[in-house]
């Protein structure tokens, strides 16, 4: 059997039209049989990483995951793909469990997701002896090391596999892992010789924002109100923030439900499937919520609260837009929520402990008062070069700034710090430049010093702001203790030798509603009053199906389909996400949805450009045996004719034209037409059904149509249909060459 084309299955299976960065490469690596160490973010598209090379394998690829509550909607995802996949775990009852293991071993099955625990299940080890296993992937693979957050014991038995199937390549995945946690899976795994992959951990789609804590629950409203279709997550600091901001929005009529660890089991189980169904737009959480859900469409977090981490608010963050749509972060920043965590640090009893929180928390409120580029700070604190200016997408590039002349204010602050002795914080510089008579100020004989009260014509927020600026320049350096006194730097003890001029970039002084994410990033101007009405169609076909609405389609599905308003399957068809499963089972309502309103909005359809993919071009490659039927047919002989010449199947040929047309290709197929009244007959058959089975149609016409006929007209409609959308203004791309 010739080798399926990975290009092809990423279209037919998953209904993608391209890759995601570093996704051919793994594939390629383990269909060569070689192992392989992926690290990429959340969202980055993990799991398609093993999924694809699954199904040009010849045995099974089993999954291990610690993830219980993920693997059923992973498998849904899968079988709504048309993909032979399932899971063992210990909420599947052991007869049934039996049932899989026996598809599995039978071949049947392509996929098999597994818990770690199952390795040491009584009769697990026969069904790995008789399994043939071509593929072993290792999801979350940092739980095998101590080093990392989230140890499993049960990780160290998965050394076994590889002892049990030699030939089967390893793929070790994981979003979170350290140079040592690396080495460490490596080392437990046994895997030295696998290559390694490392993704950017930026998430492009992803608008980083810091609002001042005032009057947040109004700011946070609004938030929710211009998010509103979309889903949310509100992460808070305690068990009773989530419960009473939940009951808040519910008076606000916001529908919220609240989680954390102390509500009961079946209670958490339930808002979480609530919320990953869109039954529930809102949870508002503690961060015991994230871990165990996969949904794609979050396309907001809130912090409510300072978190305590950046690592953790990275990973919160993580869980906005994994479907790589626009998304946003926005952390509310106020000095008493720094003042509680303080508090809490200060309890802790152990000094190395309560020091390292220290300093995780000064690097979150740096963050959180940074006049940079947030992103730029996030990846380099997790050890990313980040080399562009500006990012775009975080509320410091989008803030408009104006340069100003800052020289003479700058030598003020310079003095003042050197003048104090470099022991103090901006808190305090700032009093003593401003003339503040604080205690401390006093006591000190600060307001004896030449620099005491110079600076009359800035407030004290500028000030703060002259500071961070200063420190930005490299002019002055903050300490790591949790002190932060200031000091100046050689560079700074240089300028104020040297009196050059010095410009720097503040925010322009205009209060500015919150910024917009930059347009263009991956955006389509889709039709709001379309994407709605396919948002419940989706819904409503996911209750019946009894499955979360994002297994039926995306929302990238949905926009795109807003936006080109297909009504054909054939361009149906190149809509992002829509694979030959979905295409069969889901073409005929979300057309007749997008058909209606079009024409009660007046909306035409337009091209979707298709990118020449390598499949493509090879159809039309000199001497493939799709160009050779081409020249035939072009040089105007009759399929029968082409099929007596090249000794193929007429169906054969006819699957060329097919596969031609598909490609973009115009054929003069006219002249293989049925007569007008016959036409016309097939037409309407297609018409009617709304369907592309050509056994629906012929169910309709009778026997007395070929199934020869029925191909050739369905093939002659999608390239008709294609002319006249080319034709109503909209052409997209060159005609093929
Ligand atoms: P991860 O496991 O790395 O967090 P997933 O595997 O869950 O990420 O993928 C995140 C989302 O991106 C999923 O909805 C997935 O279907 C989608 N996705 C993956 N690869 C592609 C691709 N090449 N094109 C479009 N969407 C993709
Ligand atoms: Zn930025």
């Known amino acids: 059997m010739r080798k399926p084309d990975i290009h092809d299955l990423l279209k037919t299976r998953f209904g993608y039209d391209e890759f995601r960065p570093l996704q051919v490469d793994i594939i390629q690596t383990v269909l060569a049989g070689r192992d392989a160490l992926v690290l990429m973010p959340t969202g980055g598209g993990k799991s398609l ?56 071993r039978s071949g049947r099955l392509k996929i098999l997701y597994i818990a770690p625990e199952r390795l040491a299940v009584p009769g697990f080890s026969e069904f790995l002896g008789s399994a043939n296993v071509s593929l072993i992937a290792i999801d979350e693979a940092h739980c095998i090391s101590e080093w990392g957050h989230d140890f499993r014991p049960d990780y160290r038995n998965l050394r076994v596999l590889r002892e049990r199937f030699p030939n089967a390549p390893v793929m070790a995945l994981t979003a ?123 396309r907001l977090i809130v912090h409510y609260h300072l978190p305590k981490t950046l690592e953790g608010y990275y990973q919160e963050t993580g869980r906005a837009g994994r479907d790589d749509l626009p998304s946003t972060c926005v952390l509310f920043y106020g000095a008493s929520d720094r003042h509680a965590l303080s508090g809490f640090i200060e309890q802790i009893e152990d000094e190395t402990e309560r020091e390292r929180a220290w300093q995780k928390l000064r690097q979150m409120v740096r963050y959180s ?57 901006a808190a305090h510089i700032v009093q003593v430049l401003r003339g503040g008579r604080a205690r401390r100020v006093l006591a000190l004989g600060h307001d004896r010093l030449s620099v005491y009260g110079i600076v009359r014509d800035h407030d004290r927020a500028e000030l703060h702001e002259i500071v961070s600026l200063l420190e930005n320049a490299g002019l002055v350096r903050r300490s790591a203790d949790q002190y932060q006194t200031l000091a100046v730097t050689p560079g700074g003890r240089e300028f104020l030798r040297g009196r050059e001029p010095l410009t720097l970039a503040r925010v322009k002084r205009v209060e500015a509603d919150a910024p917009q994410p930059r347009p263009g990033l991956d955006h389509l101007d889709f039709d709001r009053g379309l994407f709605e009405q396919l948002r419940d169609l989706r819904f409503r076909l996911a209750q019946a199906r009894n499955v979360p609405p994002y297994v039926v389609f995306g929302d990238r599905s949905l926009q795109e389909m807003a936006h080109y308003a297909p009504q054909s399957c054939e361009s149906f068809s190149h809509i992002s996400g829509v694979g030959r499963v979905k295409l069969d089972e889901f073409a005929g309502e979300f057309l007749e949805v997008i058909r209606g309103y079009a024409e009660s909005h007046g909306l035409v359809e337009r091209r979707k450009p298709q990118r020449e993919t390598r499949r493509r071009r090879n159809l039309r490659r000199e001497g493939s045996t799709h160009r050779q039927t081409l020249d035939l047919f072009l040089g105007g002989l009759s399929i029968a004719d082409i099929s007596r010449r090249r000794r193929l199947a007429a169906a054969t040929i006819m699957s060329h034209l097919e596969d031609l047309i598909a490609a973009d290709v115009t054929l003069p197929l006219e002249r293989e037409l049925p007569a007008p009244e016959r036409l016309t007959r097939i037409r309407e058959a297609f018409a009617t059904t709304n369907s592309r089975s050509l056994a629906t149609v012929r169910g309709l016409l009778g026997d007395d149509y070929s199934y020869d006929e029925l191909r050739l007209v369905r093939a002659w409609l999608d390239q008709q249909h294609r002319r006249n959308v080319d034709a109503s203004g909209h052409t997209a791309e060159a005609p093929p060459s």
């Open 176 to 298: 979170t892992a350290t140079a040592q946690v690396r080495d460490d899976i490596v080392g437990q795994l046994a895997i030295p010789e696998a290559r390694q992959f490392v993704a950017s951990f930026d998430r492009k789609n992803l608008t980083y924002t810091v609002r001042p804590k005032r009057r947040a629950f109004d700011a946070l409203l609004e938030l929710l109100r211009q998010h509103a279709g979309g889903s949310a997550i509100v992460y808070c600091l305690s068990r009773q923030n989530t419960e009473d901001l939940a009951a808040d929005l519910g008076d606000e009529g916001i529908r919220a439900l609240p989680y954390h660890a102390g509500l009961d089991a079946s209670r958490r189980r339930d808002t979480q499937d609530r919320f990953i169904r869109d039954e529930v737009p809102v949870v508002t959480a503690t961060i015991a919520f994230g871990m165990g859900i996969d949904k794609p469409d979050v």
């Open 49 to 104: 990483c093993y999924q694809l090379p699954a199904l040009c394998l010849e045995g099974l690829t089993l999954v291990v995951s610690p993830l219980i509550a993920l693997m059923k909607d992973q498998v849904d995802a899968l079988r709504a793909n048309g993909v032979a996949a399932a899971f063992v775990n210990s909420t599947v009852p052991a007869s049934e469990a039996r049932g899989i293991l026996a598809e599995a």
């Open 369 to 425: 008062e940074l006049h940079t580029c947030r992103r730029a700070f996030l990846l380099d604190y997790f050890g990313e070069v980040y080399d562009q200016a500006t990012c775009g997408n975080c509320d410091v590039c989008l803030t408009e700034r104006e340069e100003f002349d800052a020289t003479e204010i700058a030598q003020k602050v310079l003095s003042a710090i050197i003048r104090t002795g470099e022991r103090f914080g």
